[in-house]
């Protein structure tokens, strides 16, 4: 990656400085986040939500979490990798002249809502459950509104950011976690426990 990129993806999504990489996942598993009730949906997923009707309506059938193992790793390392690679960080309004649109990069520029749907999309199709795919949003430790996907396994809950090609685990991200979908149903939200009111635009 280029000096020039780099900056781009600092700009649009900066992360803390100090971020500690983590080890291999049997070493870093830490559980599930705690969630709560039913929350506001984020004003951005709202708007996909009305040109992707379908992809708002799914209800899971199976509710466990994935089970974690070598090559679930892989998958995620993979595409988490491949994806930051492809996509060109820029942001909403430069792309489409207004704020919180979320979309799929299919032209390969997005900001870290669309790095998301294009994983989860990518892992979906790879044999991964929705109900184990969650996009989710957090609050990064300069107090900056980000999304990351939530992957559910059962060794503990991790996340897939486009600030790093690490799968790390939830708690090792430095992010206050604030909302996430609900893994029985894609087009609904939920609180997660601990967090903090969201002061990004959203759906009451």
């Not at 939500?49 to 070598?70: D, V």
């Not at 430069?94 to 979309?103: C, N, P, T």
């Amino acid at each position: 990656m280029n000096s020039s990129t780099m900056a781009r993806k600092l700009r649009l999504c900066v992360a803390a400085a100090g971020l500690a990489a983590t080890g291999s996942w049997p070493a870093m598993a830490a559980g599930a986040m705690a969630t709560g009730g039913i929350t506001s949906q984020p004003i951005g997923h709202y708007d996909f939500c009305k040109l992707h009707a379908g992809e708002c309506s799914i209800r899971p059938s199976n509710l466990a979490p994935a089970k974690m193992t070598n090559g679930l790793m892989r998958k995620l390392a993979g595409v988490t990798a491949r994806v930051n690679a492809a996509v060109k960080p820029m942001s909403d309004m430069d792309i489409y002249g207004r704020d919180e649109v979320w979309a799929y990069p299919d032209k390969d520029v997005g900001d870290c809502e669309d790095y998301v749907l294009e994983k989860r999309r990518r892992l979906s199709h790879m044999g991964v459950s929705l109900a184990d795919l969650l996009i989710t949003v957090v609050r990064k430790p300069d107090g900056e509104g980000h999304s990351v996907l939530t992957v559910r396994t059962d060794k503990g809950d991790y996340v897939l950011d486009n600030l790093t090609d690490k799968v790390k685990a939830w708690d090792q991200t430095g992010y206050r976690f604030l909302k996430r979908q609900a893994i029985d149903n894609t087009g609904r939200w939920v609180s997660i426990r601990g967090g903090q009111q969201v002061l990004v635009g959203s759906v009451e």
